[in-house]
């Protein structure tokens, strides 16, 4: 049963457009939505995050947006580079518990 | 800090051995994380422990599959015997216990090949 799904599997942006990245979830218990970015070879690293009582969250490039009632949170880039070219993945805690659950990942490649 | 700490960072085994994998959390850190990553299943939590405690090994796929954590500086996630499906990456990750929305920092994995 994938918990929190993610879409999509894979998106190639021309460098300077906009990357976007959704996710979706059902269990109402999860109360803390981070982001991880995961280069080859090496382990997801945190990106940005948020928690269901804030809409949208911005640092520099990235910008999450969250909505509750809907149950879904995407990840923005804007001016995407080459040097975003990773793998991303949504993720969700559970109230009281410390452990995460990941989305399947999405691929990203932009073009020069 | 150096990080969370992997070792190996590669292992090839025959089917039917014994594999130990390794880690090394940040100093300091309350969690220590087991986490398994394949193309077909993504990341799926393995184990994880609270002051070497084991906390959830609802993960653990099998009876084959055991972790440990002797002391608060390290980790063991053993496999016996090892099967092909069992090739993946593992990554061991650990946080700080205080603080809702505490960051988990992840090793390089171990990248594990059983053939």
């Known amino acids: 049963q994938q918990q929190v799904k993610q879409s999509p599997q894979s998106l190639i942006v021309q460098k300077g457009g906009i990357s976007i990245i959704n996710c979706a979830y059902e269990?109402?218990?999860?109360?803390?939505f981070p982001w991880y970015q995961q280069f080859p070879g090496k382990g997801p690293a945190l990106l940005i995050a948020?928690?269901?009582?804030?809409s949208e969250k911005k640092e520099g490039r990235f910008t999450i947006s969250f909505n509750k009632s809907a149950k879904q949170f995407s990840l923005h880039i804007m001016d995407s580079q080459p040097g975003d070219s990773a793998t991303y993945f949504c993720?969700?805690?559970?109230?009281?518990?410390?452990?995460?659950?990941f989305g399947s990942g999405t691929r990203l490649q932009v073009q020069p | 800090d150096a990080g969370v700490i992997q070792s190996p960072r590669h292992e090839v085994t025959e089917m039917g051995q014994e594999v130990t994998l390794r880690c090394k959390p940040i100093?300091?850190?309350?969690?220590l994380f087991w986490y398994r990553q394949t193309m077909m299943r993504g990341l799926e939590l393995l184990i994880y422990?609270?002051?070497?405690?084991?906390?959830?090994d609802s993960g653990m796929p099998e009876d084959r599959f055991s972790a440990k954590m002797p002391n608060a500086s390290f980790s063991t996630l053993k496999i016996q015997p090892s099967e092909p499906r069992d090739s993946a990456v593992y990554f061991c990750?650990?946080?700080?216990?205080?603080?809702?929305?505490?960051?988990?920092?992840f090793g390089q994995g171990t990248r594990l090949t059983v053939v």
């Open positions: 422990f609270n002051n070497n405690v084991p906390i959830d």
């Open positions: 948020i928690r269901p009582d804030v």
């Open positions: 269990n109402t218990a999860f109360d803390y």
């Open positions: 993720a969700a805690k559970k109230t009281g518990r410390r452990a995460l659950t």
């Open positions: 100093s300091g850190h309350d969690y």
């Open positions: 990750a650990s946080s700080l216990e205080y603080g809702v929305d505490t960051e988990a920092f």
